[in-house]
DNA sequence: GTGCGACTGGGACGACCGTCCCACTTCGGT
DNA sequence: ACCGAAGTGGGACGGTCGTCCCAGTCGCAC
């Protein structure tokens, strides 16, 4: 292993922990796998964190903060309010088609830090997040629609991600895409009835 | 430790496990931590059991087979299929509220059950389960509103697993009543929908 | 080139894990 | 009363965990 200044050495320590995660679970995260998987050997490890608590808080937050596939990125023209979001969720769906193993480890990351305290917060910060990118999503789609929504979109936001949940859930359990599919029409046809009528 | 005979103990460990994991998470719950739980020796475990994933795969086949707060119980006489739908998942909501531990260790078991390939298909069971327990629901709630479903109830169970479970999740990070009311009433909206009109 | 601080590797530590062993006690049938 | 089977308790096993120590090596400023 080369030498590597101790920031280069965390964030690789935390793409590593991310892939490990994201592979076997964070149960089987351990520091020797961790570690492992970035080629490195332990005590760099504990050169660069104090802890494998510390590297777990930080991955939440990096990864969180990296969060951006946005539901709605570019929504297609031309559409009505309701085939733009469906398209959105459909698009959604696609990117978790694409990596599931990432959206399962977002979802074991929340679960982990939902059972602690000084944890819990991470797990708020996470759906806010969630809920912040939402917002803007949404926003994007009715302005295209040419609509507004009839009420405070971080109201709408908070539906949509509880939707978007609910399919992720659901889809890592039976990945039956019909069933995923309907349940991003259905999604959509809610929330499209939180707009004003035009 | 009174004597008690071997099926006995099985029961009493599955029941003492659920506990722990409802406190503190499937991965305290260690071979010690549910002994511990259930007044008993760590013999007393091994001789009921194989082992503690035997104990485990039986947890979670015992919690899912008397899964049964079925999202709508009885209801509402008088009201359209969106109300009563909406019912439904508010009083399903409630029970979340009343016990939000039982919840999120149905979900910690999930994701647990996810992880390894053969206890893939219990995480598949539970949601067929699921799936059932919904479609019996929402044919009493059709039938008390005197429509039909517009496509196999199957489908439109599936979509109301996925909007409960997302309803479940967020809830369970941030706690927001209002939300998840507002949540509750969308999904009853979207699920209204799919039955033909009167 | 020399020194010093930053970084590295291997091995060890105590704690806890799941599992097992074995001497012991209790019970039901005879 | 007795005897085999069923059930019990304590202690120990090997393995893995997170963490730590320390002797060694490298890069860079002087």
Redesign the pocket.
């Known amino acids: ?9 965390r964030s690789a320590l935390v793409e590593a922990a991310l892939r490990v995660v994201s592979r076997r679970g964070i149960a ?6 961790i570690v492992a998987e970035a080629g ?16 777990i808080d930080e991955l939440i937050t990096t990864v969180v903060a990296r969060e951006q596939h946005a539901v709605l990125p570019e929504p297609v023209p031309g559409g009505d309010l309701r085939e733009i979001l469906e398209a959105g969720l459909l698009r959604y769906f696609e990117h978790l088609r694409a990596d599931p193993e990432h959206e399962q480890a977002m979802l074991e990351l929340t679960q982990y830090a939902l059972r602690s305290l000084e944890r819990h917060p991470l797990a708020v910060a996470q759906y806010a997040r969630y809920a912040e990118l939402a917002a803007h999503s949404l926003e994007v789609a009715a302005s295209h629609a040419g609509t507004t929504w009839d009420r405070p979109v971080e109201q709408v936001a908070r539906v949509l991600v509880a939707f978007t949940d609910g399919l992720t859930l659901t889809w890592l359990v039976d990945r039956d895409d019909d069933a995923a599919r309907a349940v991003a029409h259905a999604a959509a046809d809610a929330l499209s009835r939180m707009a004003e009528p035009r």
Chains 1, 2 share one sequence.
């Open positions: 292993m080369g030498r590597i200044s101790a920031p280069e050495r089987q995260a351990t520091t020797r796998a490195m050997s332990l005590a760099s490890f504990h050169y660069a964190f104090e802890s494998r608590d510390e590297l």
